[in-house]
T-cell receptor, first 113, second 112 residues
Framework: EPEVTQTPSHQVTQMGQEVILRCVPI?????FYWYRQILGQKVEFLVS????????KSEIFDDQFSVERPDGSNFTLKIRSTKLEDSAMYFC???????????FGSGTRLTVV | RKEVEQDPGPFNVPEGATVAFNCTYS??????FFWYRQDCRKEPKLLMS???SGNEDGRFTAQLNRASQYISLLIRDSKLSDSATYLC?????????????FGTGTQLKVEL
């Protein structure tokens, strides 16, 4: 079964450092997303990406966040200057079209110290 | 009012029991509805889509009431392996794209 792959599975970084979280969506999917889940809280939408541009973003996705699809397979989330409150599980997801169910990756656990 | 509201539980039930979860949503423009399952510290996994006509997948039955903005999930003959958090999820088409809005989840513990 096709899957969404995320790396690394766990990242520890110092406050103020930049991090890049990587994702390889399912190959024939056209829509890509990042969600996050702070420990003990609900899954929250960050951003959706289609046709090489952001199609929707939440209030959480401020100027410190950016996404990129640098080549035909990778989809990255960059946090420029990490804060303690950025510590969370970050999930990448992809879907074939905007009405279809999403497939989530296994997540990157980001710990900011 | 929360966008998607669920009873957090936990629901502790014996093996073989029938258990029902409910969910309400506030955005009447919501397009599609899902139940996802999430195991501890894992990614959400799609359990089933939810339709107004009701749909069944083995021991699982989901129902949508658009007028009441209410979604339900029924699990029959529960197994130990059903222990997880069940997420009510609403899909909204936005001006530019689309997004999923998650409830906080309902925790189920199935016991011997």
């Amino acid at each position: 079964e096709p899957e969404v792959t995320q790396t690394p599975s766990h990242q520890v970084t110092q406050m103020g450092q930049e991090v890049i979280l990587r994702c390889v969506p399912i190959s024939n999917h056209l829509y890509f997303y990042w969600y996050r889940q702070i420990l003990g809280q609900k899954v929250e939408f960050l951003v959706s990406f289609y046709n090489n541009e952001i199609s929707e973003k939440s209030e959480i996705f401020d100027d410190q966040f950016s996404v990129e699809r640098p080549d035909g397979s990778n989809f990255t989330l960059k946090i420029r200057s990490t804060k303690l409150e950025d510590s969370a599980m970050y999930f990448c997801a992809s879907s074939r079209d905007s009405n279809y169910g999403y497939t989530f990756g296994s997540g990157t656990r980001l710990t900011v110290v | 009012r929360k966008e998607v509201e669920q009873d957090p539980g936990p629901f502790n039930v014996p093996e073989g029991a029938t258990v029902a979860f409910n969910c309400t949503y506030s955005n009447s423009a919501s397009q599609s509805f899902f139940w996802y399952r999430q195991d501890c510290r894992k990614e959400p996994k799609l359990l089933m889509s939810v339709y107004s006509s009701g749909n069944e997948d083995g021991r699982f039955t989901a129902q949508l009431n658009r007028a009441s903005q209410y979604i339900s999930l029924l699990i029959r003959d529960s197994k130990l392996s059903d222990s997880a958090t069940y997420l009510c999820v609403v899909h909204v088409l936005t001006g530019g794209g689309n997004k999923l809005t998650f409830g906080t989840g309902t925790q189920l513990k199935v016991e011997l």
